[in-house]
């Protein structure tokens, strides 16, 4: 746990070091609020003032809550921990004292946290002078631990796809599914209501709305505690995915080479 823990720490004050890359990403993320509040609100404008039960107010505090959520990972992680397991840069992993994927997993929740604070930190203020405050302080405070959560839940599922690469060689189809599984699936783009029926009810079932749908339903004036249950769920199952994919897969390399 230890060895975790200070990973878990240097990534995150590399990432906080890093503040040219942290600009970036937060300046693209701005840029993406600002465009989604233009759209937005012109589209609940034109349907009578709302959309599904979400007004201009509730949908962009939704835009900013899942972007931020998701945008605090690293959009290609899956192709780079495929890159390492194909190449078999990963064996030098294996020959640490500690796990390979918690290690990989403390690094990347270090980094994603500190990337996190900064997106919402800034979403926060260019909403907040769009449209004003929260629509729930209750949203709200639920929201800071859905937030954490979807970030565990993202980067817990993106290594147990990237695990594929042990037996597939290549993580890059299941980067491009994953992505948009994400984005769709997940409530990235729209809330869930959106979608037809049957296919909203088949979203909120899987496990990519813990990684935006949820964080973002709280931070819209939702104030639906299971969603933190379900979250938690979804978590602990996740890491047990990419646990036995990555204990598989080193197993498989020991056994036939890298």
Not at 146 to 158: F, I, K, P, R, T
Not at 219 to 233: I, K, N, R, T
Not at 238 to 257: I, N, P, S, Y
Request: hydrophobic content about 55%; glycine content about 10%.
């Amino acid at each position: 746990m230890s060895a975790l823990l200070a990973q878990l720490h240097l990534s995150a004050r590399r990432t906080m070091r890093q503040r040219g890359e942290l600009a970036v990403r937060v300046t693209f993320y701005a840029l993406i609020l600002v465009i989604f509040s233009a759209l937005w609100s012109a589209a609940t404008k034109a349907n009578g003032g709302s959309i599904s039960g979400y007004t201009a107010h509730s949908l962009l505090w939704y835009v900013a809550a899942a972007e931020g959520s998701v945008i605090a990972t690293k959009p290609r992680m899956i192709e780079t921990i495929g890159w390492d397991i194909s190449s078999g840069a990963i064996v030098t992993e294996m020959l640490r004292p500690a796990s390979v994927v918690g290690l990989r997993l403390a690094a990347e929740l270090g980094e994603a946290l500190v990337r996190l604070v900064a997106s919402l930190a800034v979403g926060g203020v260019i909403v907040w002078l769009y449209v004003g405050p929260p629509p729930s302080a209750a949203g709200i405070a639920l929201f800071v631990p859905a937030s954490l959560l979807a970030v565990g839940c993202n980067l817990a599922a993106q290594h147990a796809f990237a695990g594929a690469a042990f037996w597939l060689r290549d993580a890059r189809s299941t980067w491009f599914l994953y992505q948009k599984l994400v984005f769709l699936l997940g409530g990235m783009l729209l809330p869930l209501e959106f979608l037809p029926t049957g296919l909203a009810d088949v979203a909120k079932a899987l496990p990519f709305a813990a990684m935006a749908y949820a964080p973002a339903r709280l931070a819209s004036g939702h104030v639906e505690p299971w969603l933190l249950l379900a979250q938690a769920a979804w978590l602990v199952a996740l890491l047990a995915c990419a646990g036995g994919v990555f204990r598989a897969g080193e197993r498989r390399l020991e056994v036939v080479g890298g």
